[in-house]
């Protein structure tokens, strides 16, 4: 026995080497994440069959919500302390819009403590962190201009606008530059991404393509939803379309030519990535928020290969984001569907398996 393990593990060795001669840019993704988890435990510690069975196991639910009181995440941000911040809709349709959103973050320890409540009738959507620890986040205030936009926290926490969208916009997913200049707004009703300095101004359309516009027929047209800056370009996912694109940005901060990473994915909503420096994305299909798909959560390789890491087998009800931090998967799940089970997942990422699922 112990010899037959010992050429499994050479054999598993000698895979792992071929594909990382392939596919450089995984191969900088597990030596960065090595480096972060440090003491983690190592992926052969446990039975090797056991753990390389599935890319992600370990899935535990670290905190849930009350989805009558409006407690519907809908977008994540991991902070360096192992914090989370919450994006919460809202409105719900057994609520009857009685219960204002809320940006809320959770301590490793499972404090909560609510930033910001926002008004009845509106949601916030997005949120991102720059590298100061500044907090921005988008509300979705259908009709309103006078509050629909982009919002910051200021150093005593008070929420201000510093940028206004059109009433008929619908302002989502997030993204920051790397030198924390420009943010980026997934409008996912006018099929446009927009541009705003962070000090805040006016926002201006720095894309608009049917690429990114929703469905009209679709029971919630939805078009851009998910938005990360990431290795020189916009990565964006549409949730009608079940595409997820990738949109280099110029040396003169204009947009480059689109290009489809996936396709195939239907109500595909946030994502995140393995490594900064890596292309390997997470990313969440919400079916069950139109009831037009799978719950889902699949990781997509730079080639546009995608595999399934986990369904609603493994407790997932309408997720919406996901986020990583070492080999920690986040999960936030809405919840939409009865008997609404709106929480927080994590799990754990299986960097043997993810190997090897790249290469078959």
């Keep these: ?52 069975r599935s890319i992600v196991t370990d899935v535990t639910t670290a905190a849930t919500f009350d989805y009558a009181a409006g407690e519907i995440p809908e977008n994540i941000t991991v902070n360096p302390d192992g914090s989370v911040i919450l994006s919460m809709l809202g409105s719900c349709a057994v609520c009857e819009r009685t219960h204002g959103p809320q940006l809320m973050r959770i301590s490793p320890s499972g404090e909560r403590t609510v930033l910001v409540t926002g008004q009845v009738g509106e949601a916030i959507s997005g949120n991102t962190r720059a590298s100061d620890g500044t907090v921005f986040y988008s509300v979705w205030a259908p009709g309103n201009a006078a509050r629909n936009g982009v919002y910051t926290l200021l150093p005593d926490g008070t929420p201000q606008r510093i940028a206004a969208l059109p009433a008929d916009a619908g302002p989502n997913g997030l993204a920051i530059d790397p030198a924390g200049r420009t943010l ?68 003169t901060g204009s947009a480059g030519p689109i290009r489809l990473v996936a396709g195939g994915l239907p109500n595909i909503d946030d994502l995140s990535f393995l490594t900064p420096r890596s292309d390997v994305v997470f990313a969440a299909q919400n079916g069950s928020s139109s009831q037009n798909g799978p719950d889902r959560v699949v990781v997509v390789y730079p080639n546009g290969t995608y595999k399934t890491v986990l369904t609603s087998a493994d407790g997932l009800a309408s997720p919406s984001a996901t986020a990583v931090r070492g080999d920690r998967l986040y999960i936030t799940d809405g919840g939409v569907p009865e008997p609404h089970d709106p929480k927080l997942q994590t799990a754990r990422i299986n960097f043997p398996a993810l190997l090897a699922g790249a290469e078959r």
Excluded: C
């Design 1 to 52: 026995m112990q010899q037959q393990r010992q050429q499994t593990a050479r054999r598993s060795a000698s895979s792992a080497r071929r594909f990382l001669k392939k596919n450089a840019g995984i191969a900088v993704a597990i030596t960065a994440t090595a480096t972060v988890l440090g003491s983690a435990p190592s992926a052969s510690a446990g039975t090797e069959d056991s753990y390389s």
């Design 184 to 251: 980026y707004i997934a409008d996912s009703l006018k099929g446009t991404i927009w541009s705003v300095p962070v000090s805040g101004g006016s926002a201006t359309p720095w894309l608009t393509d049917a690429a990114l516009a929703p469905v009209p027929t679709e029971a919630l047209p939805i078009g851009a939803n998910g938005l990360r800056f990431h290795n020189g370009a916009l990565w964006i996912s549409n949730f009608n379309k079940g595409t997820l694109l990738r949109v280099p940005v110029t040396t």
